[in-house]
């Protein structure tokens, strides 16, 4: 079992950065691949980005290519967010999500997922 809980969202200018966290319980997180997924008002959950186990993969979503970083630290129990030139079109509430499988970028491929946290870029 993993327990996740996300961190670090909040209000922030167009053009600006948030570093999101993802804190795991449970002692199967460090075999985990993660991921990001996000979910804006009336529309679906889409996929961010993703990393596995050992961080040595990763993916990222077209429209964040370039801006977003995924990252992790399994010593820490903790993956990572890293969010720069924000646009308007980020927002949204961002949830982490945990599977012990090979990273996906399918919302149904997650086991785990956190309660999520509000990202809002402001124009």
């Known amino acids: 079992q993993v327990q996740l809980a996300e961190s670090g969202g909040g209000l922030v200018q167009a053009g600006g950065s948030l570093r999101l966290s993802c804190t795991a319980s449970?002692?199967?997180?460090?075999?985990?691949?993660m991921a990001w997924f996000r979910q804006a008002p009336a529309k679906e959950r889409e996929f961010v980005a993703a990393?596995?186990?050992?961080?040595?993969?990763?993916n990222y979503a077209d429209s964040v290519k370039g801006r977003f970083t995924i990252s992790r630290n399994n010593a820490k129990n903790t993956g990572y967010l890293q969010m720069n030139s924000l646009k308007p079109e980020d927002t949204a509430i961002y949830y982490c999500?945990?599977?012990?499988?090979?990273?996906?970028?399918?919302?149904?491929?997650?086991?785990?997922w956190g309660q999520g946290t509000q990202v809002t870029v402001s124009s």
């Open positions: 990393i596995t186990w050992h961080g040595r993969s990763t």
């Open positions: 449970g002692r199967t997180f460090s075999s985990a691949a």
């Open positions: 999500a945990a599977t012990t499988g090979d990273i996906a970028a399918t919302v149904r491929w997650y086991d785990y």
